[in-house]
C-alpha cells in the first residue's frame, strides 16, 4: 500500500477555491487515487476516484500528474459546510483491499 | 444507492460488559466488511477484515477475543465488545464494499462510551 502525505490543516474562506494536494511516491501501477471527506462524529463520505490526468464530479475535481506522485483534490467555492477532514488514499482495489488512512488535512472555512 | 448503516448510533455501558454494534449494507450486498476505530482528533484505524461466511482478519496489536467479528450474511457483520473497559471508548466505523463497487461505503459511526 503506497503512503500518502498531506498537509495537515488548511484554512480558507467561503466563495474560495481550495486545492489540498497530496504526495504518494510509491503509487504503483494498479494503484487509484481515492478522496474521502469527514465530518466530526460521522464515518468518511466518498469524495471522488482517479487513475490519470483530471476527473470530475459535482462537488470536486482530482488533477493527477502525469508521473501520479501526487494529486490534487480541488474543490470549488468552498462554503461553511466543506469544514472537514480530507484523506487521500491510494490503492489498487479500492474497493475491496484494506485502507490504511493517514493523517488526513483538516480544512477549515471562514466566513 | 451504496448506503451502509449502524446500530446504535452511541451506546453507554458499563466497565466489564459487553457491547454489540451492527454494520449493515442496506442497497448491496457486502462480500467485504472493515471495522476502524477512532479516537478524538485521529485518524481512523483500522481493526479487521472480515469476509461472508469466513473468519475476520486482524490488523497487529488488535485483539481477536476482545473484539468479535461475525458476518454471517452478505448484509450484515457485527462487532461485539467484550469485557469493555474506559480505554475501549471509541468512535467505531464500519465499511462496506463488493466487487462492483468502485469504493468502500462507510457507516455512519458508533461512539462507544465505557463507564
Known amino acids: 500500500l503506497a503512503k500518502t502525505t498531506q498537509p495537515i490543516s488548511m484554512d480558507s474562506y467561503e466563495g474560495q477555491e481550495v486545492n489540498i494536494t497530496c504526495s504518494h511516491n510509491n503509487i504503483a501501477t494498479n494503484d487509484y487515487i481515492t478522496w474521502y471527506q469527514q465530518f466530526p462524529s460521522q464515518g468518511p463520505r466518498f469524495i471522488i476516484q482517479g487513475y490519470k490526468t483530471k476527473v470530475t464530479n459535482e462537488v470536486a475535481s482530482l488533477f493527477i500528474p502525469a508521473d501520479r506522485k501526487s494529486s490534487t483534490l480541488s474543490l470549488p467555492r468552498v462554503s461553511l459546510s466543506d469544514t472537514a477532514v480530507y484523506y487521500c488514499?491510494?490503492?489498487?482495489?479500492?474497493?475491496?483491499?484494506?485502507?490504511?488512512f493517514g493523517t488526513g488535512t483538516r480544512l477549515q472555512v471562514f466566513p | 444507492g451504496a448506503v451502509v448503516s449502524q446500530h446504535p448510533s452511541r451506546v453507554i455501558c458499563k466497565s466489564g460488559t459487553s457491547v454489540k454494534i451492527e454494520c449493515r449494507s442496506l442497497?448491496?450486498?457486502?462480500?467485504?466488511m472493515f471495522w476502524y476505530r477512532q479516537f478524538p482528533k485521529q485518524s481512523l484505524m483500522l481493526m479487521a477484515t472480515?469476509?461472508?461466511?469466513?473468519?475476520?482478519?486482524?490488523e497487529q496489536g488488535v485483539e481477536k477475543d476482545k473484539f468479535l467479528i461475525n458476518h454471517a450474511s452478505l448484509t450484515l457483520s457485527t462487532l461485539t465488545v467484550t469485557s469493555a473497559h474506559p480505554e475501549d471508548s471509541s468512535f467505531y466505523i464500519c465499511?462496506?464494499?463488493?466487487?462492483?463497487?468502485?469504493?468502500?461505503?462507510f457507516g455512519p459511526g458508533t461512539r462507544l462510551t465505557v463507564l
Open positions: 465499511s462496506a464494499s463488493t466487487r462492483t463497487t468502485d469504493t468502500q461505503y
Open positions: 488514499l491510494v490503492g489498487e482495489r479500492v474497493n475491496t483491499d484494506k485502507l490504511i
Open positions: 442497497d448491496f450486498q457486502a462480500t467485504t
Open positions: 472480515s469476509n461472508e461466511g469466513s473468519k475476520a482478519t486482524y
